[in-house]
């Protein structure tokens, strides 16, 4: 590949980077508009006013109610629900953010033609560090729809995790693609750092 076009490439990553970080916060100022505004989630009830369900294909989230009380209670359980989605919501625009604004400093080092340093490095490790935490993050947060809203009223659900069935069902809520994710950007950045190793002393040779 040609040097201008490198260059062109790298400078066009950047300013798809700022992009994506202005479009970001921009989901932060929705986020907190939402909770200030409490919008009414997509509750439809089918035979009769005690069963419905409340889904969020975002999130790829979805429960099913059941239970006689269950119309006096509606407001309560979807108020809990609208909370859940947006936590899962902040989880991943913070997570965005932090991993966007490394890349656009990664990015920034290679359009200087300077690719193998000790920023460049702990920067790579620092996204897997932030991907295994928004992993953690995003298991724990889709355990509140089971401990907020009573289990009388959850007949069913999916993308909600929950140790009631026991420690193997509850784990297998774990995005362990994104763990997997994680260790390989973690080899990477040893790779990085090895390069920055190699450049020293080959500088030191010369």
């Not at 201008?4 to 700022?18: R, V």
């Not at 990664?106 to 460049?120: A, E, V």
């Not at 999916?158 to 994104?178: A, D, E, R």
Request: glycine content about 6%; overall charge positive; charged content about 10%.
């Amino acid at each position: 590949m040609k040097p201008i076009c490198k260059e062109s490439l790298i400078k066009g990553l950047i300013i798809l980077l700022d992009l994506s970080l202005i479009i970001l916060f921009i989901g932060v100022i929705i986020f907190i508009s939402g909770l200030i505004f409490i919008m009414p989630l997509d509750i439809s009830g089918n035979d009769g006013p005690t069963i419905g369900s409340m889904s969020s294909p975002l999130y790829n989230v979805l429960i099913t109610l059941s239970n006689t009380n269950l119309a006096q209670n509606i407001q309560s359980i979807q108020n809990k629900f609208f909370l859940f989605c947006n936590l899962c919501g902040l989880v991943n625009v913070i997570a965005l953010i932090l991993i966007t604004l490394q890349l656009k400093f990664i990015f920034k080092s290679f359009s200087l033609k300077d690719y193998f340093n000790t920023s460049n490095s702990l920067r790579i490790k620092k996204i897997s560090i932030i991907i295994l935490i928004w992993a953690i993050a995003d298991y724990a947060v889709r355990f509140l729809p089971g401990l907020t809203i009573s289990g009388y009223f959850i007949q069913s659900s999916i993308g909600v995790n929950s140790f009631k069935h026991g420690i193997i069902q509850g784990l297998i809520g774990f995005n362990f693609k994104m763990l997997m994710t994680s260790i390989i950007i973690y080899f990477l950045s040893i790779v990085f750092k090895y390069g920055n190793e190699l450049k020293e002393e080959t500088s030191l040779t010369i």
